[in-house]
């Protein structure tokens, strides 16, 4: 699977851990950055690694920052995009069961790498279950279609 990651400074060090064992597990990864701990605004690497799950460049992106808020603001910005902030197990498995999540934020000062492991082998693990959910998955698309024509 191509996933595509980026983080801030506050993130960087579980990003390059993530990185490390998603490769380990078999996926291909597409780091957009933050490449150390130097101060920088998140926004200019999470909306990277969000327009290339947009334009398919990848199946999935994982965003992260200090506290996963900002991220996951940015990435829902993109089109296309539904980022879900996930601080446990429920949230990482139902942001993808019922809201087909193609993003998954984690706040790097809030979730150790063994917690980020876990939420991570959970979210890419769980299938959207369709049924009810895409009815709403598709109100959400003509919402952003909506906006694109105000």
Known sequence: MKIAMASDHAAYHLKEHLKAYLAKEGHEVIDFG?????????????KLAARAVSKKEAEYG???CGSGIGASIVANKIHGIRAALCL???SAEYSRRHNDANVLVLGG????????????DIWLSTDFE??????RIEKIHEIEQEECRD
């Open 34 to 46: 933050t490449y150390s701990e130097a101060s920088m605004d998140y926004p200019d690497t999470i």
């Open 109 to 120: 000062r809030r979730t150790s790498p063994t917690e980020a492991e876990t939420l991570v």
């Open 88 to 90: 446990d197990a429920y």
């Open 130 to 135: 369709g049924g009810r959910h895409l009815r």
């Open 62 to 64: 994982i965003v992260l």
